[in-house]
Structures are given as structure tokens and as C-alpha cells.
């Protein structure tokens, strides 16, 4: 078995789109990103691949790539989900926290389960995905920044 941790942070700006777990929310605000700014699917990302021990998902999808300009990170964890398969492992299980004062999490955890456990070839029931507000604290507290982490248990198949 294998364990990683993953993190990722974004600053909001206004008038860009807000995508979570793949699924895109209605907001005024959403990151500032090279891509789409998914931060839920970046920790994951880079969770699974430091459990790997293969770097993490900025030197795997580097910002200086324009090839990377926009886009969407459901393709990021799709590649790390093929690689985690080359390398003999499947997941065991996924614990996520998104902190952000809105949109409520709870309300589109399900449709990110769903999402992410099909990128990741998993039972929904594998993934926990939760919400917390930093209590109106710093830039996260603000609506100034959202961020996210993410801890993951990888299994030899």
C-alpha cells in the first residue's frame, strides 16, 4: 500500500468559471489558473502521485506549457489515474477537503464522487468528498481564495 497527501490553492477573481471535482458551479468568482483551476482535482492529482513517488502535478503539467493554457484538469487526473493503472495500483480509498466560504460543498459532493470514480475507475463509496469554511478567516475567509486537500491510500492490484 501507498499513501499521499495532496494540496493546491487558488486566488478567486471575478468573471472567471468556478470547477470543482470536474463539476462547474455557478459563481460570480473562480480561480486564477494556467488551467482550469479545479483545485480539488489538482490535490488529487498530486496526492496519487506523491503516493507514487512521481513529483507532483506541476512539474507533470507545467504552467510554462502553453499546452497546458486552459485546460481542463478532469485531463490531469485522467493521466495520472493511467499512470497509478501502469504502475500496478488501484485506489483504495480518497478523503478530500475543499475550504471555501461558498458555495456550500454538500450540495455537488455527489456529482464529484461520481465524476472523479469514473476518472479513477472506482466505487463512488471509495471517495469522501467534504466542505469547510475558514470561519470568514484570511483570503479563503474573504472569498478571496479557495483551496483544497486531499489524502489518498493507494493498493497493489
Known sequence: ??????YDIHELKEG????LGGVTIPSNTGPLAH?????????????????LGKGDIGMMFPDTDQANKGRSSVE??????????????????????????SPKIALYSEQMKH??????????????????TAERLGKIGAGKAIEAHAAVLLQKK
Open 35 to 51: 488551467s482550469d483551476g479545479d483545485v480539488l482535482l489538482h490535490a488529487i492529482s498530486d496526492a496519487i502521485l506523491g503516493a
Open 115 to 132: 465524476i472523479i470514480g469514473k476518472i479513477l475507475a472506482c466505487d463512488r463509496e471509495q471517495i469522501n468528498v467534504k466542505g469547510k
Open 1 to 6: 500500500m501507498r499513501i499521499g497527501i495532496g
Open 76 to 101: 490531469f487526473l485522467g493521466k495520472v489515474s493511467r499512470i497509478m493503472d501502469e504502475e500496478g495500483f488501484c485506489l483504495g480509498n480518497l478523503d478530500c477537503i475543499i475550504i471555501t466560504e
Open 16 to 19: 472567471r468559471t468556478l470547477v
